[in-house]
Protein backbone atom coordinates (compact mmCIF):
# COMPACT_ATOMS: atom_id res chain seq x y z
CA UNK A 1 0.00 0.00 0.00
CA UNK A 2 1.09 3.41 -0.89
CA UNK A 3 2.09 5.95 1.65
CA UNK A 4 -0.58 8.49 2.35
CA UNK A 5 -0.20 12.55 1.61
CA UNK A 6 -1.40 15.06 3.66
CA UNK A 7 -0.84 18.67 1.78
CA UNK A 8 -1.55 21.42 4.94
CA UNK A 9 0.64 22.79 7.41
CA UNK A 10 1.65 21.31 10.69
CA UNK A 11 0.17 24.27 12.55
CA UNK A 12 -3.19 23.24 11.08
CA UNK A 13 -6.03 22.80 13.94
CA UNK A 14 -7.73 20.25 10.85
CA UNK A 15 -4.11 19.03 9.69
CA UNK A 16 -3.01 17.92 12.82
CA UNK A 17 -6.54 15.37 13.28
CA UNK A 18 -5.53 13.90 10.24
CA UNK A 19 -2.07 13.36 11.59
CA UNK A 20 -3.55 12.03 14.88
CA UNK A 21 -5.56 9.90 13.32
CA UNK A 22 -2.93 8.16 10.84
CA UNK A 23 -0.80 7.53 14.11
CA UNK A 24 -3.09 6.11 15.97
CA UNK A 25 -3.42 3.62 13.16
CA UNK A 26 0.25 3.22 12.82
CA UNK A 27 0.43 4.37 9.23
CA UNK A 28 3.42 6.12 7.89
CA UNK A 29 2.62 9.03 5.64
CA UNK A 30 4.18 12.09 3.97
CA UNK A 31 3.23 15.51 5.48
CA UNK A 32 3.72 18.27 2.32
CA UNK A 33 3.61 21.76 4.47
CA UNK A 34 1.00 23.90 2.30
CA UNK A 35 1.32 28.03 4.39
CA UNK A 36 -2.11 29.31 4.78
CA UNK A 37 -0.69 32.11 6.54
CA UNK A 38 1.20 33.22 3.14
CA UNK A 39 -1.10 31.99 0.53
CA UNK A 40 -0.24 28.86 -0.83
CA UNK A 41 -4.09 27.48 -0.20
CA UNK A 42 -4.91 29.98 -3.01
CA UNK A 43 -2.30 28.84 -5.54
CA UNK A 44 -3.13 26.64 -8.77
CA UNK A 45 -0.99 24.30 -7.31
CA UNK A 46 -3.25 23.81 -3.70
CA UNK A 47 -6.48 24.31 -5.26
CA UNK A 48 -6.09 21.41 -7.70
CA UNK A 49 -6.24 19.22 -4.70
CA UNK A 50 -8.59 21.29 -2.91
CA UNK A 51 -10.84 23.66 -4.93
CA UNK A 52 -11.72 25.83 -1.81
CA UNK A 53 -8.53 26.18 -1.34
CA UNK A 54 -8.92 24.94 2.67
CA UNK A 55 -6.52 22.37 4.36
CA UNK A 56 -5.92 19.70 4.40
CA UNK A 57 -5.69 17.36 1.30
CA UNK A 58 -5.00 13.90 0.85
CA UNK A 59 -3.62 11.98 -1.73
CA UNK A 60 -3.10 7.87 -1.31
CA UNK A 61 -3.05 5.32 -3.73
CA UNK A 62 -4.99 7.84 -6.12
CA UNK A 63 -7.02 8.83 -4.43
CA UNK A 64 -7.65 12.36 -3.76
CA UNK A 65 -10.03 13.78 -0.97
CA UNK A 66 -10.67 17.10 1.09
CA UNK A 67 -12.47 17.97 4.06
CA UNK A 68 -11.49 16.57 7.71
CA UNK A 69 -14.26 14.23 8.00
CA UNK A 70 -14.29 12.69 4.67
CA UNK A 71 -10.30 12.07 4.96
CA UNK A 72 -10.79 10.22 8.62
CA UNK A 73 -13.66 8.39 7.82
CA UNK A 74 -11.43 7.16 4.93
CA UNK A 75 -8.40 6.15 7.15
CA UNK A 76 -10.60 4.43 9.84
CA UNK A 77 -12.00 2.13 7.20
CA UNK A 78 -8.25 1.55 5.13
CA UNK A 79 -5.90 1.24 6.81
CA UNK A 80 -4.96 -1.47 9.70
CA UNK A 81 -4.82 -0.60 13.39
CA UNK A 82 -7.29 0.24 16.22
CA UNK A 83 -11.05 1.01 15.39
CA UNK A 84 -11.54 4.53 15.61
CA UNK A 85 -15.23 4.49 15.76
CA UNK A 86 -17.89 3.11 18.41
CA UNK A 87 -18.59 -0.24 18.29
CA UNK A 88 -22.63 0.50 19.04
CA UNK A 89 -25.13 2.81 16.86
CA UNK A 90 -25.60 4.48 20.01
CA UNK A 91 -22.12 5.96 20.88
CA UNK A 92 -21.43 6.05 17.15
CA UNK A 93 -24.08 8.51 16.97
CA UNK A 94 -22.80 10.66 20.02
CA UNK A 95 -19.17 10.49 18.08
CA UNK A 96 -21.55 11.73 14.68
CA UNK A 97 -22.82 14.64 17.20
CA UNK A 98 -19.68 15.81 18.83
CA UNK A 99 -17.95 15.64 15.41
CA UNK A 100 -20.64 18.30 13.83
CA UNK A 101 -20.48 20.26 16.89
CA UNK A 102 -16.95 20.97 17.09
CA UNK A 103 -16.88 21.46 12.76
CA UNK A 104 -20.00 23.45 12.79
CA UNK A 105 -19.78 25.61 16.20
CA UNK A 106 -16.31 24.93 18.12
CA UNK A 107 -14.00 25.81 15.66
CA UNK A 108 -15.46 28.95 13.70
CA UNK A 109 -14.91 30.42 17.43
CA UNK A 110 -12.57 28.71 19.32
CA UNK A 111 -9.69 28.89 16.62
CA UNK A 112 -11.34 31.39 13.68
CA UNK A 113 -11.91 33.93 16.23
CA UNK A 114 -10.20 33.22 19.79
CA UNK A 115 -7.04 31.63 18.71
CA UNK A 116 -6.63 33.40 15.84
CA UNK A 117 -7.23 37.20 16.98
CA UNK A 118 -5.52 36.22 20.33
CA UNK A 119 -1.99 34.45 19.37
CA UNK A 120 -2.07 34.25 15.82
CA UNK A 121 -2.35 37.92 14.55
CA UNK A 122 0.06 38.93 17.56
CA UNK A 123 2.74 36.46 15.88
CA UNK A 124 1.94 38.66 12.41
CA UNK A 125 2.67 41.96 14.59
CA UNK A 126 -0.91 43.11 13.96
CA UNK A 127 -3.21 43.77 17.30
CA UNK A 128 -5.74 41.71 18.75
CA UNK A 129 -9.42 42.24 17.43
CA UNK A 130 -10.98 42.59 20.84
CA UNK A 131 -14.60 42.96 20.06
CA UNK A 132 -14.05 39.76 17.45
CA UNK A 133 -12.69 37.51 20.81
CA UNK A 134 -15.43 39.16 22.79
CA UNK A 135 -18.55 37.91 20.46
CA UNK A 136 -17.06 34.56 20.16
CA UNK A 137 -16.64 33.84 23.86
CA UNK A 138 -20.56 32.86 24.33
CA UNK A 139 -20.41 30.63 21.30
CA UNK A 140 -17.66 28.88 22.80
CA UNK A 141 -18.93 28.27 26.35
CA UNK A 142 -22.00 27.00 24.44
CA UNK A 143 -20.19 24.67 22.56
CA UNK A 144 -18.07 23.49 25.55
CA UNK A 145 -21.19 23.09 27.47
CA UNK A 146 -22.32 20.69 25.05
CA UNK A 147 -19.41 18.79 25.13
CA UNK A 148 -19.11 18.80 28.15
CA UNK A 149 -22.43 16.52 28.87
CA UNK A 150 -22.10 14.78 26.03
CA UNK A 151 -18.74 13.20 27.98
CA UNK A 152 -20.32 13.14 31.33
CA UNK A 153 -18.37 10.42 33.09
CA UNK A 154 -17.36 8.52 30.21
CA UNK A 155 -13.56 8.33 29.38
CA UNK A 156 -14.18 9.51 25.34
CA UNK A 157 -16.63 11.51 23.69
CA UNK A 158 -17.86 8.23 21.43
CA UNK A 159 -17.88 6.02 24.67
CA UNK A 160 -15.16 3.76 26.12
CA UNK A 161 -12.54 3.86 23.10
CA UNK A 162 -10.85 6.84 20.90
CA UNK A 163 -12.65 7.90 17.90
CA UNK A 164 -12.60 10.77 15.72
CA UNK A 165 -14.59 13.05 17.66
CA UNK A 166 -11.74 12.85 20.13
CA UNK A 167 -9.12 13.02 17.27
CA UNK A 168 -10.82 16.22 16.16
CA UNK A 169 -11.25 17.63 19.42
CA UNK A 170 -7.94 17.54 20.72
CA UNK A 171 -5.81 20.27 18.39
CA UNK A 172 -8.96 22.73 19.03
CA UNK A 173 -8.76 22.62 22.80
CA UNK A 174 -4.80 22.58 23.04
CA UNK A 175 -4.97 25.82 21.12
CA UNK A 176 -8.21 27.35 23.11
CA UNK A 177 -6.10 26.04 26.52
CA UNK A 178 -3.35 28.22 25.44
CA UNK A 179 -5.64 31.53 25.57
CA UNK A 180 -6.72 33.37 28.85
CA UNK A 181 -9.79 33.42 27.58
CA UNK A 182 -9.71 29.49 27.09
CA UNK A 183 -7.90 29.21 30.76
CA UNK A 184 -11.61 30.73 32.13
CA UNK A 185 -13.91 28.82 29.84
CA UNK A 186 -12.24 25.41 30.16
CA UNK A 187 -12.58 25.85 33.85
CA UNK A 188 -15.67 24.93 34.17
CA UNK A 189 -15.81 22.02 32.35
CA UNK A 190 -14.25 19.62 34.72
CA UNK A 191 -15.45 16.59 32.28
CA UNK A 192 -13.45 17.75 29.31
CA UNK A 193 -10.21 18.75 31.81
CA UNK A 194 -10.09 15.18 32.98
CA UNK A 195 -10.66 13.56 29.27
CA UNK A 196 -7.32 15.88 28.23
CA UNK A 197 -5.19 14.99 31.22
CA UNK A 198 -5.93 11.49 30.03
CA UNK A 199 -4.55 12.40 26.42
CA UNK A 200 -2.45 14.99 26.47
CA UNK A 201 0.95 12.89 26.92
CA UNK A 202 -0.28 10.39 24.69
CA UNK A 203 2.29 9.57 21.61
CA UNK A 204 0.23 10.54 18.89
CA UNK A 205 -1.06 13.99 20.85
CA UNK A 206 3.07 14.93 21.59
CA UNK A 207 4.22 13.81 18.19
CA UNK A 208 1.80 16.34 16.15
CA UNK A 209 2.34 19.15 18.74
CA UNK A 210 2.80 22.15 16.44
CA UNK A 211 5.52 25.12 16.95
CA UNK A 212 4.04 28.15 16.23
CA UNK A 213 7.06 29.98 17.36
Request: hydrophobic fraction near 40%.
Amino acid sequence: MAKPVIYGPAYSAFTRTVRLTLEEKGADYNLVEVDILSGQHKEPKHLARHPFGKVPAFEHDGLMLYETDAITRYINDAFEGPDLEPANARDRALMTQAIGIVNGYGYPCMIGQIFMQRAVMPLLGEASDETAIETAVPEAQTCLAALEDLIGDRAFLGGDRLSRADLLLVPIYDYLSQTPEGEKLLSGTPNLRRWWESLRTRPSVEKTKPNLG
